[in-house]
């Protein structure tokens, strides 16, 4: 491998690693906030045993969060530094309003939260917890700001060879990040849905604690399903930007050849990369047509058509990413979240009117389910980026020129290792610690003190 290779190895693994904890902090926050407000308005003494519970695994997953993404700032420099110098001016401007404006609400409010149990109003206490998960949202809206400029340039002019930032606001209401952003959103309360039914289901499978995590549960599995919905109606919406804006990532993910009306949407195909064709697909008839254009008889772009028309707009070079993973990284993220929203379904069904399911089999289904928006999340970060290749910035920067010129094979390797054996650390852990609270149970958490995880076991 040389320094291209070994620098995207490097950052997609720390960028996919990060963003396990990304959508579960996203959707475990409203989670709790929801909670607490409960426990205001009711007085019962359940739901705050469930925010002291959750909040505790919340604050373990938020901080892990934290110290795994401050190591992509650095590769920027590192690793990119001809990629900073050229679009440091745009991309850095909503990564620096994220961290002085979101990142600095989230974490002021938050540690107001942790510390405020005794010492605040119960009003202003639970103010703190909503403002926290408003800047967490709020942040990642910023950061898919910034990534969002990377697959659709706006707002910029090219300077001595250089982006430079004209309109902020133009960046900031990219037509790409207000279609990311629910999609986004809504993946992370598919996390957070999974997550907590997975954990209830530990609990209800032995008996213990039934009055609390069978709601718990109930609405893990409500949450799951309103976001499935808008996983799905937000990656509508996305697909038609993208067919308009990087139609090769459209067709790639759908193995689409030539232009072609009234396009199936492919199940399975086996093709043949060389050639520019297929030798079995699979079809939902008109599928493909009306998820990028609305219309059943919609044109959409194929593959070798858009070859040659970037070849000659952009000069000779081969602009397909890697066909046959964007193709299955979009298959098996549409089918990870749907069997996620399938197993809430499911789980409504058999716990409806007090019920809960006399065999161990669902509560073992909705424990492996822990994982399946999880994979679903980061297929769907996969797709995003491998599916812009070759561009960095799309249009405007391919990723061989983005690479550092000072970077070498045996540095770049050796940070890649590095990082993947701390991250393996951190994994061990982060599931240490989240096993070690799981297994204290929700009783305990009607005792005064904060939930503040201790970070020993």
């Known amino acids: ?40 308005r009711t007085g019962k003494q359940e739901y705050l045993r469930m925010t002291r519970f959750w909040g505790r695994l919340f604050l373990i997953n938020f901080a892990m969060g934290v110290v795994t993404g401050i190591v992509q700032e650095f590769q920027f420099g590192m690793n990119w530094s001809d990629y900073s110098r050229f679009v440091g ?3 850095g401007a909503p990564l620096a309003m994220e961290g002085l404006i979101a990142f600095f609400m989230e974490s002021t409010f938050l540690g107001l939260w942790i510390f405020g149990w005794d010492k605040l109003p119960k009003k202003v206490h639970l103010a703190t917890i909503w403002l926290a998960a408003i800047g967490t949202n709020v942040s990642a809206y910023f950061i898919l700001a910034a990534n969002s400029w990377m697959q659709h340039p706006v707002g910029y002019r090219i300077n001595n060879g250089r982006a430079e930032l004209t309109d902020i606001w133009a960046v900031l209401t990219n037509s790409t990040t207000l279609v990311t952003f629910p999609h986004v959103i809504a993946g992370g309360f598919l996390v957070a849905g999974g997550f907590v039914l997975g954990v209830s289901a530990w609990f209800l499978m032995r008996r213990r604690e039934v009055d609390v995590f069978r709601p718990a549960a109930r609405l893990a599995m409500v949450v799951s399903l309103v976001a499935a919905v808008g996983v799905s109606l937000s990656g509508h919406w996305q697909a038609q930007i993208m067919t308009e804006q990087q139609p090769m990532k459209m067709a790639a993910a759908e193995a689409l050849w030539d232009d072609e009306t009234s396009a199936g949407f492919s199940l399975f195909a086996i093709g043949d990369v060389e050639n520019g064709r297929n030798h079995v697909n699979l079809q939902i008839p008109y599928g493909l047509s009306l998820l990028a254009t609305n219309t059943l008889d919609g044109k959409v772009e194929g593959i070798n058509d858009i070859q040659e028309r970037y070849q000659a707009l952009y000069g000779p070079g081969d602009y397909r990413p890697v066909v046959g993973l964007a193709y299955w990284s979009f298959r098996l993220m549409i089918g990870f979240g749907m069997l996620s929203a399938l197993l809430a379904l499911a789980g409504l069904w058999l716990t409806r009117r007090g019920r809960l399911p006399a065999g161990k089999w669902a509560y073992r289904l909705a424990m492996l389910g822990i994982g ?29 020129a983005a690479v550092s010129p000072s970077a070498d094979v045996p540095s770049v390797a050796i940070t890649l290792v590095g990082f993947t054996l701390v991250y393996a650390v951190l994994a061990v852990i982060e599931v240490r610690l989240l096993l070690k609270f799981i297994k204290r149970g929700a009783q305990e958490e009607l005792e005064p003190e904060a939930p503040v995880p201790a970070l020993s076991y």
């Not at 720390?14 to 409960?38: D, M, N």
């Open 89 to 91: 001016d745009v991309f």
């Open 372 to 400: 399946l928006p999880f994979v679903a999340n980061s297929l769907g970060w996969i797709f995003t980026e491998m599916g812009r290749q070759p561009w960095t910035v799309f249009g405007l920067m391919r990723t061989a």
């Open 1 to 40: 491998m040389d320094v291209l290779d070994l620098s995207r190895w490097q950052f997609g693994i720390t960028t996919v690693y990060h963003f396990l904890f990304v959508p579960l902090t996203i959707g475990l926050s409203v989670i709790v906030a929801g909670l607490q407000t409960a426990w205001y």
